[in-house]
């Protein structure tokens, strides 16, 4: 949809689908009444079996399809979706999300105040409800992301103010900053991916913006379901990778302490109360047969460092501040 801002900057927004035909009326019908006109969707669907690219293709004929052959996960649908973009900014949309109608709008002007903010993070309220699902991401001394936000009332975020990271859910970057830092990582495949890209964001010193106009209804986890074997899994694997691939060493060994904590709280949270032992251990032992591969990857990630010692350590969440804010939302 390239309307007639030709002056204005266009913007790719990615949706990725895996058989979920149910949910894209109401998110593919919020994108076509955007007020902000100058953008193209990119559909990429991982194999569904429930015809979601022939309703696309039926109902929404300013999309453009992605067709892949077998599910390469949200990492791998969204890579798709970024080699054949054409926009100025990146945005991601998950497809069991509904975007205000100037949601566009207020992202893509909250760029101009600053050539330092290298993405945005939106409002994210649960659907349904007032409570937020995320109005940013931030980190624990355990290198670990966590949501902002999360299960407060939507107005108690009214102000934008910097965070250091974004739920991608619903988020835009800058083209310039994934130019330099890079995209999504293919080996994440799903969870734990947009932990991976703010820490390398935050590190290399871009600034992440929270546009509380921009705000996006999120019917959480309506695509792989909240505590499914295969979100443990991901959640187990994934969240090792981003410790060793992001963390600078002489910090890996200051928190050292935190990260058992956090990896002993997750144990007992998934094996001992959920009965997840499965996918759990499984997700833990294949986490460390891929640590060479990671490796590799953080040498490239620690030249992108530019923050010093002192300005992550004073940003960093206290990992038993974390750990008390999740008690009190177990369910």
Same mark, same amino acid.
């Given at each position: 949809?390239n309307?007639?801002?030709?002056?204005?900057?266009?913007?790719?927004?990615?949706?990725?689908?895996?058989n979920?035909?149910?949910?894209?009326?109401?998110?593919?019908?919020?994108?076509?009444?955007?007020?902000?006109?100058?953008?193209?969707?990119?559909? &990429?669907?991982?194999? %569904?079996? =429930?015809?979601?690219?022939?309703?696309v293709?039926d109902? +929404?004929?300013?999309?453009?399809?992605?067709?892949?052959?077998?599910?390469?996960? +949200?990492?791998?649908?969204?890579?798709?979706?970024?080699?054949?973009?054409?926009?100025?900014?990146?945005?991601? /949309?998950?497809?069991?999300?509904?975007?205000c109608?100037?949601?566009?709008?207020?992202? *893509?002007?909250a +760029?101009?105040? =600053?050539?330092?903010?290298?993405?945005?993070? %939106?409002?994210?309220?649960?659907?349904?409800t007032?409570? *937020?699902d995320?109005?940013?991401d931030? +980190?624990?001394?355990?290198?670990?992301?966590?949501?902002?936000?999360?299960?407060?009332?939507?107005?108690?975020?009214?102000?934008?103010?910097?965070?250091?990271?974004?739920?991608?859910?619903?988020?835009?970057?800058r083209?310039?900053?994934?130019?330099?830092?890079?995209?999504?990582?293919?080996?994440?495949?799903?969870?734990?991916?947009?932990?991976?890209?703010?820490?390398?964001?935050?590190?290399?010193?871009?600034?992440?913006?929270? *546009?509380?106009?921009?705000?996006?209804?999120?019917? *959480?986890?309506?695509?792989v379901?909240?505590?499914?074997?295969?979100? &443990?899994?991901?959640?187990?694997?994934?969240?090792?990778? &981003?410790?060793?691939?992001?963390?600078? %060493?002489? /910090?890996?060994?200051?928190?050292f302490?935190?990260?058992?904590?956090?990896?002993?709280?997750?144990?007992?949270?998934?094996?001992?109360?959920?009965?997840?032992?499965?996918?759990?251990?499984?997700?833990?032992?294949?986490?460390?047969?891929?640590?060479?591969?990671?490796?590799?990857?953080?040498? #490239?990630? #620690?030249? /992108?460092?530019?923050?010093?010692?002192?300005?992550i350590?004073? %940003?960093?969440?206290?990992?038993?501040?974390?750990?008390?804010?999740r008690? #009190?939302? &177990?369910?």
């Amino acid at each position: 949809m390239n309307g007639n801002a030709i002056s204005t900057p266009l913007v790719s927004i990615i949706i990725v689908n895996w058989n979920g035909r149910s949910l894209l009326d109401e998110c593919l019908s919020a994108l076509d009444a955007q007020t902000y006109r100058n953008f193209e969707v990119i559909f &990429v669907d991982n194999g %569904s079996q =429930d015809d979601s690219l022939g309703f696309v293709r039926d109902n +929404f004929p300013f999309v453009i399809t992605v067709a892949l052959e077998s599910n390469r996960g +949200f990492t791998g649908g969204n890579i798709a979706g970024y080699h054949v973009a054409k926009g100025d900014y990146i945005a991601l /949309l998950n497809n069991d999300a509904s975007p205000c109608e100037r949601w566009l709008e207020y992202l *893509v002007t909250a +760029f101009a105040s =600053d050539p330092c903010i290298g993405f945005c993070s %939106s409002k994210i309220i649960i659907a349904g409800t007032d409570k *937020v699902d995320s109005v940013g991401d931030t +980190f624990t001394t355990a290198f670990t992301g966590t949501k902002m936000g999360e299960y407060e009332s939507e107005c108690k975020f009214y102000e934008r103010r910097l965070v250091p990271g974004a739920c991608a859910a619903a988020v835009i970057y800058r083209l310039e900053m994934l130019d330099q830092i890079g995209f999504l990582d293919e080996d994440f495949f799903f969870n734990h991916e947009d932990t991976d890209l703010n820490l390398r964001a935050w590190l290399s010193g871009w600034k992440c913006l929270f *546009v509380p106009e921009a705000v996006v209804y999120h019917k *959480v986890s309506a695509s792989v379901g909240e505590l499914s074997d295969t979100s &443990v899994y991901y959640f187990s694997r994934n969240n090792v990778w &981003v410790w060793i691939k992001n963390t600078p %060493s002489y /910090l890996i060994f200051r928190y050292f302490p935190h990260r058992i904590i956090y990896e002993l709280s997750s144990f007992a949270f998934f094996c001992i109360k959920k009965g997840k032992w499965g996918p759990f251990l499984r997700g833990k032992m294949d986490a460390i047969k891929k640590i060479p591969i990671m490796l590799k990857k953080r040498k #490239q990630v #620690q030249q /992108l460092v530019r923050l010093s010692r002192c300005e992550i350590e004073s %940003s960093l969440m206290p990992i038993t501040k974390y750990l008390l804010g999740r008690l #009190q939302n &177990v369910k």
